[in-house]
Structures are given as C-alpha cells and as structure tokens.
C-alpha cells in the first residue's frame, strides 16, 4: 500500500464481491456462491474483495475448512493483497476454521507467505468431467499449489 494509505475491512455482499470480481480478476470468473465475502476498502473506495466458501474439492469439505474462493485487488494497490489475506484468515480464525486456497504454479505466492500461509503441495488437476457426466471444463484443469492456515486452536 501507498505510504499512509490505510484501508478498512468492511462486509461486502455477494453481489458486490461479484462484481468487482467480474471486473478486475486475472483469470477467473465470479465463483457460484460464498459463506461470506469482505472488502478492503480505501476510504469509500473499494480496492480488494476476498470471497471464502466451502471447499470445492470434496475430500476438503470437513466441515471445519473454508476455500479462499476468490483474492482480487486492484494491482495499483500495493501489498493490498497481503493485507487483505491476513483479514480473510483473521476471519476463518475467529470462527475456528481452517482457510485452504489454491494459486496457479506460476504465481509466486509472496503475498500468501506473507499473510502466514503454508505451501502444502500440489494439486492434482484434473476435469470434472467423468463418462456418464459430461462437463464442459471452464477453469484451468491443470495442477495447482495448495495453501493452508494452521487451524486455530477454540
């Protein structure tokens, strides 16, 4: 972020967190739906959104782990995104969950480092697509690094 620059984290709805994905994200579309969705914000200016889920991958799906759905902020907004993740994983840690995101492998992960995630290895890729239930593949089906938060202790 800019020297002096503060941002506040606000409850944005899923609508808005849509949006604002649709709008500014590298690579991906707005996910389907969300446990809670927040902003970062720039005075009045919404400059990031992170939007946690239920994991995708059903092996994750515990019951006590929440995806990271969606990190976007407007790349003029440095360490924005740092910031933005420790917030997500502040609120994955005051409910008493675990927080799991997946980044492409040639994304470098420094901001997710630097909000405390750990690399836990990588994912296997793949296609939803199965004989008998066709899918048509939308996202990126190849294999992807996997972060984790340390699961907070209640």
């Keep these: ?3 002096g620059v503060r941002l506040s984290l606000r409850h944005v709805t899923f609508r808005v967190a849509c949006e604002f994905v649709r709008d500014h994200h590298r690579h991906h579309k707005p996910p389907v739906g969300h446990i809670i969705s927040v902003g970062a914000f720039s005075n009045a200016e919404l400059v990031g959104v992170a939007m ?3 994991p995708l991958a059903r092996m994750a799906d515990d019951g006590s782990t929440w ?5 976007c902020v407007l790349p003029e907004r440095k360490n924005a995104a740092s910031w933005l993740l420790s917030r997500a994983r502040r609120v994955c840690d005051a409910v008493g ?3 799991l995101t ?3 492998p ?3 992960g420094a901001s997710l480092r630097a909000a405390g995630m750990l690399f836990d290895g990588e994912s296997g890729g793949g296609s939803w ?3 008998g239930r066709e899918r048509t593949d939308e996202r990126n089906t190849g294999r992807k690094h996997r972060w984790v938060s340390r699961r907070s202790e209640p």
């Design 1 to 3: 972020m800019e020297a």
């Design 102 to 104: 997946y980044t492409l």
């Design 97 to 99: 969950v675990r927080m």
């Design 129 to 131: 697509s199965r004989d």
């Design 67 to 71: 995806e990271l759905l969606r990190l």
């Design 52 to 54: 946690l889920g239920r």
């Design 106 to 108: 040639e994304e470098g």
